[in-house]
């Protein structure tokens, strides 16, 4: 009989210990949803879905990426409350998003002052991208990767094409937010700043005569539905930069951080390649959907530049690492 008993209570004890076990394992089990605002067709989706199931396979399944695109989850303004609280673990904002909250990280928007390719590859691992780390660890969120997504500017209209600086007098035009705007404003427009799944309808509802975006966005948004005149321009480099909450990411196990980690360097890595393939394609994607797209040469480019550049650049470099911020990018 004790040897019975002595059996039995082994067998519970095992069955305890595989339960705890299985319970410990089922913990380590974390999701990661992620809130942004651009639409399932645009491609930082595509990329996102890339990252996604990346980091699938390299946390073994311990981590799995929830999607919530087109602002379902939160709106744009709201993201960057929304994870440093908790209420989700993860989201995305375009960097002149930050505005008055984190200026600097509108170094990037100073019209024609970041637009070389081999320098836009350099900035996710740069100083500069580390010290906007930490301004926005300061803000209660940790930044895990930076997804370039244009260089590309496209000024959209409906009554007659933006051809002339003086064609930006009096236009309603959909702005990023200070100070970005500043450049639009100096030139006599006037801007409103709009998170992007809102431009379509002001712009066929006539709120705006004007929008302004990436050239990808605007196939993606369909703005040829409402607008027929174009003018792109390599006047902005826009980043959409992925963050976490601080605490979550603590509670994560080494191994899936450094998943996590690993997937977001691809990701960066990758975003190059989709969005200038992506880019090229849109010029002409817009064409065939009939709008009329006057694309600048360098010459144009630099005119816009010489009226465009002045007024961004003084309100970056008054912020309090502006001017080493500055300094940082031109080193890139």
């Known amino acids: 009989m004790n040897k019975l008993l002595g059996g039995a209570l082994a067998a519970t004890l095992v069955c305890a210990a595989f339960a705890v076990g299985s319970a410990d394992?089922?913990?380590?089990n974390v999701t990661m949803r992620v809130s942004h605002q651009v639409p399932t067709a645009h491609h930082l989706h595509k990329m996102l879905e890339g990252f996604a199931a990346d980091v699938q396979q390299r946390s073994n399944g311990s981590v799995t990426v929830q999607l919530f695109p087109a602002e379902q989850l939160h709106k744009a303004g709201e993201n960057h409350p929304a994870v440093a609280?908790?209420?989700v673990e993860a989201a995305l904002s375009v960097n002149f998003q930050w505005g008055n909250t984190i200026p600097e990280m509108s170094v990037v928007v100073i019209p024609y002052f970041f637009n070389d390719l081999e320098r836009i590859?350099?900035?996710?691992?740069?100083?500069?991208a580390a010290l906007l780390g930490k301004k926005l660890e300061e803000k209660g969120v940790r930044n895990l990767a930076w997804f370039y997504i244009t260089r590309q500017a496209i000024f959209t209209s409906g009554k007659k094409p933006i051809l002339a600086l003086d064609d930006f007098k009096g236009l309603k035009i959909r702005g990023f937010g200070k100070p970005a705007d500043f450049a639009l404003e100096a030139l006599g427009a006037s801007t409103s700043a709009m998170p992007g799944?809102?431009?379509?309808?002001?712009?066929?509802s006539g709120v705006l005569d004007a929008g302004l975006t990436d050239v990808s966005a605007a196939v993606s948004r369909r703005f040829y539905e409402v607008?027929?005149?174009?003018?792109?321009t390599?006047?902005?480099t826009v980043y959409f930069h992925l963050y976490v909450n601080p605490a979550w990411w603590g509670r994560l196990t080494p191994a899936q951080r450094t998943?996590?980690?690993a997937a977001a360097r691809k990701a960066e890595q990758d975003a190059v390649g989709i969005t200038e393939d992506t880019a090229g394609k849109a010029v002409d994607e817009l064409r065939a959907k009939g709008m009329q797209v006057k694309v600048h040469s360098p010459a144009e480019a630099d005119a816009w530049k010489a009226a465009m550049q002045r007024p961004v650049m003084d309100v970056v470099l008054k912020a309090p690492d502006g001017p080493k911020l500055v300094e940082l990018m031109n080193k890139l």
Do not use: D
């Open 25 to 28: 394992a089922s913990a380590q």
């Open 85 to 87: 609280r908790g209420a």
């Open 121 to 128: 590859k350099k900035f996710p691992t740069s100083e500069a």
């Open 197 to 204: 799944p809102e431009v379509y309808n002001a712009l066929q």
């Open 227 to 232: 607008q027929k005149f174009a003018t792109v």
């Open 234 to 236: 390599p006047a902005l």
């Open 259 to 261: 998943a996590l980690e």
